[in-house]
């Protein structure tokens, strides 16, 4: 397994920005698939965005379709969220995970690492 730590949640109000980094350990950084997921108070943790090994393939839930870019750096073993024109609907707690099979996935059990969570809150 690989070591995930999250950075960057926040305060933010409803139309700002915020860029989240998620930062792994370990020198196969490049075999993962990568994705973010969240997860709201009362609820179960859902997809947002993934990302395939190299970085030419992602995915995105509809929600954050067009708002919402995720990005890979291999050499940096350092994965991004950039989240643009925020909305008090994505107040939640921020995971990125890892998927040792390399396949991007939209289910939470496809990844086998998990960062500690980010918050991440918008104001109306």
């Known amino acids: 397994q690989v070591q995930l730590i999250e950075s960057g949640g926040g305060l933010v109000q409803a139309g700002g920005s915020l860029r989240l980094s998620c930062a792994a350990s370990?020198?196969?950084?490049?075999?993962?698939?990568m994705a973010w997921f969240r997860q709201a108070p009362g609820k179960e943790r859902s997809f947002v965005a993934a990302?395939?090994?190299?970085?030419?393939?992602?995915t995105y839930a509809d929600s954050v379709k067009g708002r919402f870019t995720i990005s890979r750096d291999n050499a940096k073993n350092t994965f991004y969220l950039q989240m643009n024109s925020l909305e008090p609907e994505d107040t939640a707690v921020y995971y990125c995970?890892?998927?040792?099979?390399?396949?991007?996935?939209?289910?939470?059990?496809?990844?086998?690492?998990w960062g500690q969570g980010t918050q991440v809150t918008v104001s109306s």
């Open positions: 995970g890892a998927a040792d099979h390399g396949v991007v996935a939209v289910v939470a059990g496809a990844y086998d690492s």
């Open positions: 370990g020198r196969t950084f490049s075999r993962y698939a």
């Open positions: 990302i395939s090994r190299s970085g030419d393939s992602t």
